[in-house]
């Protein structure tokens, strides 16, 4: 482009906001139109300037190379989502959360104790409920 110089970008929804858009400001499904004029550069007029592309060789550039790209980053995804175990798919608060992957003590650790406090509490039910100091029904 050159200094002045207008280019007319359109975006697909796909690649926008998608079906959902993004409401009040982009409505559903809505099909992007940029109009961007180019007002100054650094770099004399008949310098070459590097492109953007130069600057990381590796990334895809066409279409279809970024179309492929996005098609095996979901096949990942969804692979490591099968990957995952039960236990990893929850997320337990821990008052002895650790970044460093120190291990807590047993006594805290918020996978044995969630188990032992529960069956204390169904435990002191079934108490209550057999020593009548839990009544169901109506009292005559």
Same mark, same amino acid.
């Given at each position: ?15 926008a906001y998608g079906r959902r858009g993004?409401?009040?400001? &982009?409505?559903?499904? !809505?099909?992007? *139109?940029? /109009?961007?004029e180019l007002e100054s550069f650094s ?5 070459? +300037? ?10 895809a550039r066409t279409p279809e190379d ?26 337990? &608060?821990?008052?002895? !959360?650790?970044? *460093?992957? /120190? ?12 188990? +032992? ?24």
């Open positions: 482009m050159r200094k002045g110089e207008k280019a007319q970008f359109t975006i697909a929804p796909n690649y993004m409401p009040p400001v &982009i409505p559903n499904s !809505a099909t992007l *139109t940029f /109009e961007i770099g004399g007029e008949g310098e070459v +300037i590097k492109k953007v592309s130069d600057f990381n060789v590796d990334m970024i179309a492929r790209e996005y098609e095996e980053k979901l096949v990942t995804q969804k692979e490591r989502k099968k990957k995952r175990s039960l236990s990893d798919r929850f997320y337990i &608060i821990s008052p002895y !959360a650790s970044q *460093t992957g /120190e291990k807590p003590p047993w006594g805290i650790n918020p996978n044995i104790t969630f188990f +032992i406090v529960a069956a204390f509490v169904g435990i002191g039910f079934h108490f209550g409920r057999v020593s009548a100091a839990i009544h169901v029904g109506y009292v005559d």
